[in-house]
């Protein structure tokens, strides 16, 4: 893994953070990308780059060539941007439905697309994408959520088809994540259950590794204890 270069999108976010942290263990150069503002010193060995509109494509495009010319190239993409909404059909907001599209498989397919040129360049090229244990099946007030993260699995297989023999693509489907937004929203749950966010982060590594180059097209269940 030493000097293999990473890009995260949503890597100023907590699962953002692990695979970056495990990442720079690992010895690779990291660059995070995020929709918030750039934060205030980044890891040693990763550069940050906020206010990026992962949906729009000369954003995205143009932050692919600042991380290849500060980096020096591309290896391995990571796409955790996304977002969550719980809401049932009947009494939710629809232009959700429109939202978390945007939000988890848009970001998805714009930014595997623009960094394609880069990757395409290495010599173990990766993409690992995070889609959802939830989007297999859907429980009550998922739907939205389910859908747009369904995208992401039949983008992952529907582009690992399309790049085989040049890049691998494969996805991680985590169940509940360890997080303090997941606990301040079930404060009756058992955390203990859930995935932590380094155990994602440690699946995520290994599908970005040189040893994984006879997986592709995977949907990888990190499911903890649930």
Not at 93 to 102: L, Y
Not at 149 to 172: C, F, M, P, Q
Not at 207 to 216: C, I, M, N, R
């Amino acid at each position: 893994m030493s000097e293999r270069i990473f890009a995260i999108t949503g890597g100023f976010g907590v699962l953002g953070q692990a695979v970056c942290a495990a990442a720079l263990a690992a010895g690779a150069k990291v660059a995070l990308i995020d929709a918030a503002a750039a934060q205030q010193g980044a890891p040693e060995g990763a550069i940050a780059l906020g206010g990026v509109d992962l949906t729009d494509a000369a954003a995205t495009a143009e932050a692919f060539a600042e991380i290849a010319d500060r980096l020096g190239g591309l290896d391995v993409l990571v796409n955790v941007a996304g977002g969550f909404v719980w809401q049932t059909l009947a009494d939710g907001d629809p232009d959700q439905w429109e939202r978390m599209f945007r939000l988890n498989t848009v970001t998805c397919a714009t930014a595997s697309r623009l960094a394609l040129p880069y990757l395409l360049k290495s010599a173990a090229g990766r993409i690992v994408n995070v889609g959802a244990g939830g989007a297999v099946k859907a429980g009550a007030g998922m739907g939205a959520y389910a859908a747009s993260k369904a995208g992401v699995h039949r983008l992952t297989e529907s582009l690992a088809e399309e790049l085989k023999g040049k890049i691998t693509v494969n996805a991680v489907l985590p169940s509940i994540i360890d997080t303090p937004t997941n606990r301040a929203d079930m404060p009756d749950a058992d955390p203990s259950a859930w995935v932590t966010p380094d155990e994602v982060a440690q699946a995520i590594l290994w599908l970005g590794s040189p040893q994984a180059s006879g997986v592709t097209g995977a949907l990888l269940p990190v499911s903890g204890r649930v």
